[in-house]
Each structure stands twice: as C-alpha cells, then as structure tokens.
Antibody, heavy 126, light 110 residues
Framework: EVQLLESGGGLVQPGGSLRLSCAAS????????MTWVRQAPGKGLEWVSV????????YYADSVKGRFTISRDNSKNTLYLQMNSLRAEDTAVYYC???????????????????WGQGILVTVSS | QSALTQPPSASGSPGQSVTISCTGT?????????VSWYQQHPGKAPKLIIY???KRPSGVPDRFSGSKSGNTASLTVSGLQAEDEADYFC??????????FGGGTKLTVL
C-alpha cells in the first residue's frame, strides 16, 4: 500500500523557517515526481511546488518562489520542503502527493496527484 | 494567474444527479487535457476521482464522470449517495509548469 507521511509542521514566527518532510513507502520512490500542495484553514487547495523523480527539475508557485525549496533524498524515500521567510499567509495544512510519472516534460508531473499524505499544519504567527 | 472558478455549493437528493462546473481560460482548462477532480471529506486528505478530464482511477465508482467543453470542465455525480457529501476541487495544468486549482464546491446531499 502506498503511504505518504508528512512531519515537521508547527508554530513559527513571521520571518522564521521550517522544514517539512514526507516519508514515502509502498512504491519505488525514485521513479516518481513528487509535489507539495497546501490548504489554508477553510480555504481551497493551492499548488506549491513539484520535483521530478531524479531531482533535476523543480518548479514553484509564484507565491513561494525564492522563499521555499523543494528537495528529495531517494536513498531515504523522503521529500522535503524548506520554508524560509515565512509569512502569515503561509499558514496552511501542507500535503505531499505522488505524481503520475517521473518526468516533468510538458507539465506531465502536474497532471494529477494520487495518493496524498494526511497533511501537516504549519502556523505562522507571533 | 487566478484560480479556476467553481460554484461554492451544489446539492441534490439521494439518487439524483448533480453537475459541478470548473471554468478557466484557453490557457489552462481549454488548452490542456490535464484536468483532474478531487474529493475531500472534512478533516481528510483530497482523493483523486477523475484525471485527464474523463478517466476514473480504479476503485472510484462509475457514478462519477468528467467532461470538458471549451474552457469549462464538469464533474457529474449520478445516483447521489450520502457518502458523496464532501468538497470537490478541480485542477488544471496552466502551462509554464504551473498548476491551478478551483476554489472548491461543497456538495450537500439533501
């Protein structure tokens, strides 16, 4: 069974940093692109970032570009999201999810996501 | 780029059909067949129910179907059941390695 488990969330002050992790199991992690999607409390979904299977391609939403960094360790089956210069509007539940393939050509890694992790809450507040 | 436009709410009685729309532009919904739909129950993670406009993942009931016309994609839920009550989100590739989601539709089974 494919499982994704996020960790590393919590309360952080504005301007602070946090690193999220997503531990994957039940599939060959190194063969699939992975993504982060967030959901502010009571709001809709917002795509954050995606990384190809090899890590050679990374893409970000404009709202986080220059502040967030996606990475992965295929030897540990783990995806990361380093979040710096955090703002109140970054407060959300962050989900990691598995993309349909390994490459990101022509938007293929942004086609659909399945499954998703259970999510982890990040709260940015003083 | 703005989020895709969905009606905030939809409703139907058990056994009825309901259709939820997702409107974008020729740069996203109208330009690609990378439209997906997700179901989210309260406090749970989203679940993929439709991908590439019309395809259903294994295990998703055939009561769920997707379509697209021009810049608008649609999700139809036929034979409504109580467990279909949830939030539904559409998404579409928007070019330049960008992905848009809709604002979500709360489906109520009366």
């Amino acid at each position: 069974e494919v499982q994704l488990l996020e960790s590393g969330g919590g309360l952080v002050q504005p301007g602070g940093s946090l690193r999220l992790s997503c531990a994957a199991s039940g599939f060959t992690f190194s063969n699939y692109a992975m993504t982060w999607v967030r959901q502010a409390p009571g709001k809709g979904l917002e795509w954050v970032s995606v990384m190809s299977a090899s890590g050679g391609s990374t893409y970000y939403a404009d709202s986080v570009k220059g502040r967030f960094t996606i990475s992965r360790d295929n030897s540990k089956n783990t995806l990361y999201l380093q979040m710096n210069s955090l703002r109140a509007e970054d407060t959300a539940v962050y989900y990691c999810a598995k993309a349909p393939g390994g490459y990101c050509s022509g938007g293929s890694c942004l086609n659909w996501f399945d499954p998703w992790g259970q999510g982890i809450l990040v709260t940015v507040s003083s | 780029q703005s989020a895709l436009t969905q009606p905030p709410s939809a409703s139907g009685s058990p056994g009825q059909s309901v259709t939820i729309s997702c409107t974008g532009t020729s740069s996203d919904v109208g330009g690609y067949n990378y439209v997906s739909w997700y179901q989210q129950h309260p406090g749970k993670a989203p679940k993929l129910i439709i991908y590439e406009v019309t395809k259903r993942p294994s295990g998703v009931p055939d009561r769920f179907s997707g379509s697209k016309s021009g810049n608008t994609a649609s999700l139809t839920v036929s034979g409504l059941q109580a467990e279909d009550e949830a939030d539904y989100f559409c998404s579409s590739y928007a070019g330049s390695n960008n992905l848009l989601f809709g604002g979500g539709t709360k489906l109520t089974v009366l």
